[in-house]
């Protein structure tokens, strides 16, 4: 068992951000409540505790407090924003209601010489201050240091910015460390768990793999699983990892609803089927879906029926295998981190029902093989376990697939001419590179490098409009469908930019679409940010 931090949630938008850096340091983490009993917190076994900020005011009488054993545990603690404020509430000190709040970019003035700080700084001042760049966000403040910490760090405005009690290795910053605005925050957590907490790098893809495969046989032993492979990463990643861990004791249903991109029927199969050997089974539900869907316009409609058809059609294959005792699904952490937020306490409460539903009615036992893992985390594993570097990191595609880029009615005549438009524009994004400087602007792109516009947009893909407009091609008049393109830029998906395409590639898409597609003549460009659109035009 490898050392691991102990991340605990005041409810900061940024907390997950900590275990990710923690775990780019190559040191394992996890986030829970802050609210988990001492009990837990003794039971841990964190080789060091991180406080997260929240937007709460510790001198509030009723708000979150840390838990008392923390302190107590013998190791190293961090406290972050309202984490220090908690902290220095709690071991005597006083926070009080700032009069200047200060929010965004702030110079902080290391203090003390402090082993956490110690040679850590963007620069210096004439008078030999090192100088640290951060991002700042407070209302309240700590006034006075409980007994035993230094001073670690000040702004004019923040007189305490950072806090230290060497001895106990209690240490605790207003500003945050986590977020890359803070350009040495990788440099002050890394020190943290390596030097302070004493923390290994040890938490690596390769080597994790070898650890969850025998996570795996101890859990399934000699029983078989089934998986619902979409194509998408999660679950394709997923079915790798158990196949790597169990071989033919796993099989794969791929429910193809006839609303897939062009050929990932066939590039699904040949992937697992063939390359890798993995026992899949291919179920065309194509009819069955679209006699459904006939007549359906609402989006919200459509959604339902190809969720409730989905589930039918998987239960209907599962209860085939006869032998199944376990549902493998690939939920990833921020689904866990997001549904213990969402249940409060507890960290195992909720999981994530990717495939709607499917663990009560079909009664296997879960099995989540990704539940620890950030997904540049599971992408990174997909690479290890040999999956193609296209696969691993391809755009997010919807569940209800093109039935929310066809408007209105779905029809299959409609989804044949969507797919060939919407390959074609991929086929160019992927082909065109990308200038350096542009690349270094779209800093908010897919991938973690950007050589073609595909990598430097989050999601792209064409939208199929069942409305026909007039046009004149050869000698002749054309009355034919509309096809429009979305490309978006975002980190989070909560919010989008319009990618910013080059007009010569925009322009290149729509002649071919329009010369190769026969029966689309207009191609339209979607410029519209999310909010007030959505990414989806359904
Ligand atoms: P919107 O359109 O809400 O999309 O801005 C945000 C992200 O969510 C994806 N999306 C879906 N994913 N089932 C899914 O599995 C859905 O019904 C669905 N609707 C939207 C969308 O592709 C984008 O990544």
């Known amino acids: 068992m490898h050392s691991k931090i102990l991340i605990l949630d005041f409810g900061s938008q940024v907390t997950q951000l900590i275990a990710r850096r923690v775990r780019d340091a190559g040191v394992f983490s996890e986030v829970f409540p802050y609210d988990v009993s001492d009990d837990f917190v003794r039971e841990y076994g964190a080789a060091g505790v991180i406080l997260s900020g929240g937007p709460n005011s510790v001198i509030e009488g009723d708000t979150p407090r840390v838990p008392q054993a923390v302190f107590e545990l013998g190791v190293p603690v961090l406290g972050i924003c309202y984490g220090m404020q908690a902290m220095a509430e709690q071991l005597g000190g006083k926070v009080e209601n700032?009069?200047?709040?200060?929010?965004?970019?702030?110079?902080?003035?290391?203090?003390?010489?402090?082993?956490?700080?110690?040679?850590?700084?963007?620069?210096?001042?004439?008078?030999?201050?090192?100088?640290?760049?951060?991002?700042?966000?407070?209302?309240?403040?700590?006034?006075?240091?409980?007994?035993?910490?230094?001073?670690?760090?000040?702004?004019?405005?923040?007189?305490?910015?950072?806090?230290a009690d060497e001895e106990r290795r209690f240490y605790a910053f207003q500003f945050h460390p986590e977020v890359t605005h803070t350009l040495q925050g990788e440099a002050i957590l890394g020190r943290f768990v390596h030097e302070i907490c004493g923390c290994k790098s040890e938490w690596n893809m390769p080597d994790y793999i070898s650890e969850a495969v025998e996570k795996i046989r101890a859990q399934v032993g000699n029983d078989h699983v089934i998986l619902g492979l979409s194509g998408g990463v999660d679950s394709s990643v997923a079915a790798a990892l158990i196949h790597r861990a169990i071989g033919d004791q796993l099989t794969c249903v791929f429910v193809d609803h006839g609303l897939l991109r062009l050929d990932e029927g066939k590039m699904v199969m040949d992937m697992f089927g063939k390359n890798l050997g993995v026992k899949v089974i291919h179920v065309d539900a194509t009819a069955q879906f679209m006699g459904k869907l006939a007549g359906v316009t609402d989006p919200e409609a459509k959604r339902k029926i190809i969720g409730a058809e989905f589930v039918e059609v998987f239960q209907t294959e599962a209860g085939k295998l006869k032998d199944a005792?376990?549902?493998?699904?690939?939920?990833?952490?921020?689904?866990?981190?997001?549904?213990?937020?969402?249940?409060?306490?507890?960290?195992?409460?909720?999981?994530?029902?990717n495939v709607g539903g499917l663990p009560e009615t079909l009664n296997l036992k879960l099995l989540e093989?990704?539940?620890?893992?950030?997904k540049d985390e599971v992408r990174k594993l997909g690479v290890a376990l040999g999956l193609p570097h296209e696969m691993v990191y391809r755009h997010p595609f919807p569940g209800p697939g093109l039935g929310v880029r066809i408007l209105g009615e779905v029809k299959k005549e409609y989804a044949d001419l969507l797919r060939r438009a919407d390959a074609i524009f991929i086929e160019e994004l992927r082909n065109t590179p990308i200038p350096l400087a542009t690349e270094l602007a779209a800093g908010e792109g897919h991938g973690a490098f950007h050589k073609n516009w595909y990598d430097a947009t989050s999601q792209a893909f064409a939208v199929f409009l069942p409305v026909k407009s007039v046009g004149v091609?050869?000698?002749?008049?054309?009355?034919?469908?509309?096809?429009?393109?979305?490309?978006?830029?975002?980190?989070?998906?909560?919010?989008?930019?319009w990618a910013h395409l080059p007009h010569e590639l925009l322009g290149k898409v729509s002649n071919r679409i329009i010369n190769e597609v026969r029966g689309i003549n207009r191609v339209v460009y979607d410029i519209s940010g999310k909010p007030p659109a959505t990414i989806e035009w359904e």
């Open 98 to 163: 700032g009069l200047v709040r200060e929010f965004g970019y702030a110079e902080v003035r290391a203090h003390g010489h402090t082993r956490l700080l110690n040679e850590i700084s963007d620069f210096t001042t004439p008078e030999g201050y090192g100088m640290l760049k951060v991002w700042m966000s407070h209302g309240d403040k700590v006034n006075d240091m409980p007994p035993g910490f230094k001073l670690m760090a000040s702004t004019p405005n923040c007189p305490i910015a950072g806090m």
């Open 473 to 497: 091609m050869g000698d002749g008049r054309t009355y034919e469908y509309v096809v429009a393109l979305r490309a978006v830029q975002t980190l989070d998906f909560m919010t989008a930019h």
């Open 325 to 353: 005792k376990w549902l493998a699904q690939g939920t990833i952490y921020p689904d866990v981190i997001e549904s213990a937020g969402k249940g409060k306490k507890g960290h195992t409460i909720k999981s994530h029902h």
């Open 369 to 374: 093989p990704l539940r620890e893992l950030f």
